[in-house]
């Protein structure tokens, strides 16, 4: 998860060096996406603003301590984009929440031979992406990035800049969370 | 309810993610603690349901185009500044040649004049109105690289 000498890069980025920008963009872009996608659920839409909020990091970038970390200072960005994201998209649909929950970040289903396990796995997977969309967006952004992208938890508290700690115990909520709706929605 | 200090750590022995110390005290701390045990399992549980389970990714294409779409944003950004000092200067200067050379004039008929403010309003209005369907269309489709 590190970028060697991100420190130089970021220097190179605010004298305007858009190729410097281009390795900090391709480090950075699959976290980035996944963090959107726990906040606004569509994966378009996290492509999208994650996409902007790169856009915006590279305008103010000389704003940025560059002895700092570069990923926790874009996800601030980033998270205010998808904060705007979501006021706006719930002013114009007043149905967002329904449709959010049938377009939400859907685990992709694993096939196996067998096609009555298949459609049991799929009806599962159903239910864990619905229960998912209905967490808060912190504790789905956490337990995307545990659950279903694998990362560990000094990369988590790298990306997100906090606490091993605290990763420890926003996920202990987000669990407690996730487990709660899936016993809503029969999953035992 | 277990105890607060072992809820996070109870995430770290799940995941393996705790130093043999920290193993070891929660080992400890599990043989006298059924909470804690039972809360374990069912964490146990919730990551088996979500076991080989991957959100929706994009695919490799939209991986290998993402820093292009980036670049062309901030490309855009400064396009879009020059473009609206241009279209600004631009109008401007058409709209004091529209009133010095036709509309001020008394020599043309009032007919002619009225009518071609009319023609320039409505042109704009048209303008405007479809450049902002083609934005709102293009915003539509852009999405199309996503494979679901």
Known sequence: MNLTDE????????????????????????????????????????????????????????????????????????????MNHI???????????????????????????????????????????????????????????????DYSYQEIADLLGIPIGTVMSRLYGARQAMRRELERLGVK | MPDDTYKPLLMGYLDSELTEIEVLRMEQHLEQCPECRRELEEFRKLKEVT?????????????????????????????????????????????????????????IPLVVRVGIVALVVGFCTLLISVLRERIFMARMDKYERIKR
Request: glycine share 4%; hydrophobic share 40%; aromatic share 12%.
């Open chain 1, 87 to 149: 006021a706006r998209t719930r002013r114009r649909q007043e149905s967002s929440i329904d449709q959010m929950a049938e377009e939400g970040p859907v685990p992709i289903p694993v096939e196996t031979v067998d096609p009555e396990q298949n459609a049991l796995r799929r009806d599962l997977e159903a239910r864990v992406g619905q229960a998912l969309q209905r967490l808060r967006p912190k504790d789905r952004e956490i337990i995307i990035l545990q659950h279903f992208q």
């Open chain 2, 51 to 107: 076991q080989n389970m991957r959100v929706v990714t994009p695919d490799a294409r939209s991986w290998e185009e993402y820093w292009s779409h980036v670049y062309n944003r901030l490309e855009r950004r400064v396009g879009w500044i020059f473009m609206s000092v241009g279209a600004i200067l631009v109008t401007s200067y058409g709209v004091y040649s529209l009133v010095a050379k036709f509309l001020l004039r008394s020599d």
């Open chain 1, 7 to 82: 420190g130089s890069i970021i220097e190179r980025c605010k004298r305007g060096d858009r190729d410097a920008f281009a390795s900090i963009v391709q480090h950075y872009m699959k976290p980035a996406y996944y963090v959107a996608l726990g906040y606004v659920g569509r994966p378009e839409d996290a492509l999208d603003l994650s996409q902007d909020a790169f856009v915006n990091a590279f305008r103010h970038i000389k704003r940025f301590d560059s002895s700092r970390k570069f990923f926790p200072w874009f996800y601030s960005i980033l998270k205010n984009l998808c």
